[in-house]
């Protein structure tokens, strides 16, 4: 995904573009869908800032069952990118996520592919579990205690007893 800033006017854009999992080497999760990326690029004479929106859908193994649940990508960020002709302020070298860049000021293209990239994975959540109410899995419609075999104790630890008879008192 390259957007050429140089024949730009200065002012508001608008850009969406499609890309697979492929293209972005994610190639170890299922896309059901190819991932729409919409930009609302505003410019100014030094400086580009990109509003992006991600969408998409793709298959995840649930951590608590380990069956595939479909996953909602709906994900928001924003990158800024300033132009500059101090080649001390540049570092090309910057390999870390980063929301505000800094490139020299002959650049004619600014490729997102790497941002898309980290942007996609970020938006994976830590715990992979469908959503859950009343203690079932709204994707399995599984008791979430019965796939994970909580067990529960009626009986009260004897530190916990006299804290408890103080509380009712």
Same mark, same amino acid.
């Given at each position: 995904? =390259? =957007?050429?800033i140089?024949?730009l006017k200065?002012?508001?854009h608008?850009f969406?573009f499609?890309?697979?999992g492929?293209? +972005?080497?994610?190639?170890e999760f299922v896309?059901?869908?190819? @991932? *729409? !990326?919409t =930009?609302? +690029?505003?410019k100014t004479?030094?400086? !580009?800032?990109l509003?992006i929106? +991600?969408? %998409?859908?793709?298959?995840?193994p #649930?951590d608590? #069952?380990?069956?595939?649940?479909?996953f909602? =990508?709906d994900s928001?960020?924003?990158?800024?990118?300033? %132009? %500059?002709?101090? *080649?001390? &302020?540049i570092d090309e &070298?910057?390999d &870390?996520?980063?929301?505000?860049?800094?490139?020299?000021?002959?650049v004619h293209n600014? %490729?997102l592919? $790497?941002? @898309?990239?980290?942007?996609v994975?970020?938006s994976?959540?830590l $715990?992979?579990?469908p959503?859950?109410?009343d203690?079932?899995c709204l994707? #399995?419609? $599984?008791? @979430?205690?019965? @796939?994970l075999?909580?067990k529960?104790s009626?009986e009260?630890?004897?530190v916990w007893? /006299?804290l408890?008879?103080?509380? /009712?008192n």
């Amino acid at each position: 995904m =390259i =957007i050429n800033i140089s024949n730009l006017k200065e002012g508001q854009h608008s850009f969406v573009f499609t890309v697979t999992g492929k293209e +972005l080497e994610l190639t170890e999760f299922v896309f059901l869908n190819d @991932i *729409k !990326v919409t =930009i609302d +690029l505003y410019k100014t004479h030094n400086q !580009v800032v990109l509003k992006i929106h +991600l969408d %998409s859908v793709v298959k995840l193994p #649930c951590d608590r #069952c380990l069956e595939d649940f479909e996953f909602i =990508i709906d994900s928001d960020f924003e990158l800024i990118y300033k %132009s %500059s002709y101090d *080649k001390n &302020e540049i570092d090309e &070298e910057d390999d &870390e996520l980063n929301d505000f860049k800094v490139i020299p000021a002959d650049v004619h293209n600014i %490729s997102l592919n $790497k941002e @898309i990239r980290d942007y996609v994975l970020l938006s994976f959540p830590l $715990k992979r579990t469908p959503e859950v109410e009343d203690d079932i899995c709204l994707f #399995c419609r $599984k008791n @979430i205690n019965d @796939i994970l075999k909580v067990k529960k104790s009626e009986e009260i630890n004897p530190v916990w007893e /006299k804290l408890l008879k103080n509380k /009712k008192n």
